[in-house]
């Protein structure tokens, strides 16, 4: 569960209102309520602006954690497809190299430097990626 469901279960009960009450002062059924503090669904930003005006605070105060937690998913999901296609060019070089005694070999050599060249610029966004994340190996 994202961490604003346990925020509004917080808001609410601290304000001491029920989740049909919560439901009636927002216009939406009481299910939504329950969908947003569960996490199966989160609030879209007219409702989240709504909620921070009734309980007296900021939407940054109700997102702030769910946003970072959304950014690292980004990042780990660019990190990954990166990784597949450094591995894919590898393997892509390897099948080109290889395809030399088929092929003419201005064209396995072409093949190679695009191979290359994709695969070193991948390495480059990966590198720039995770220093931006300043991530460290053990020595």
Not at 106 to 119: E, K, P, W
Request: a positive charge.
């Amino acid at each position: 569960m994202m961490n604003i469901g346990k925020k509004l279960i917080s808001y609410r009960q601290h304000n001491r209102l029920s989740q049909e009450e919560l439901a009636l002062k927002m216009h939406v059924s009481r299910q939504t309520i329950s969908n947003w503090e569960t996490g199966r669904t989160y609030p879209d930003i007219q409702s989240l602006l709504l909620l921070a005006e009734l309980y007296h605070v900021t939407v940054d105060d109700l997102v702030k954690e769910d946003v970072k937690k959304m950014e690292d998913k980004l990042t780990q999901l660019k990190i990954r497809w990166l990784m597949i296609g450094i591995a894919t060019s590898i393997i892509l070089n390897y099948l080109a190299f290889a395809s030399i005694r088929w092929i003419p070999i201005g064209i396995a050599c072409m093949l190679v430097g695009t191979f290359t060249t994709i695969g070193v610029i991948m390495i480059y966004f990966y590198v720039k990626l995770t220093r931006s994340l300043q991530l460290r190996t053990f020595k």
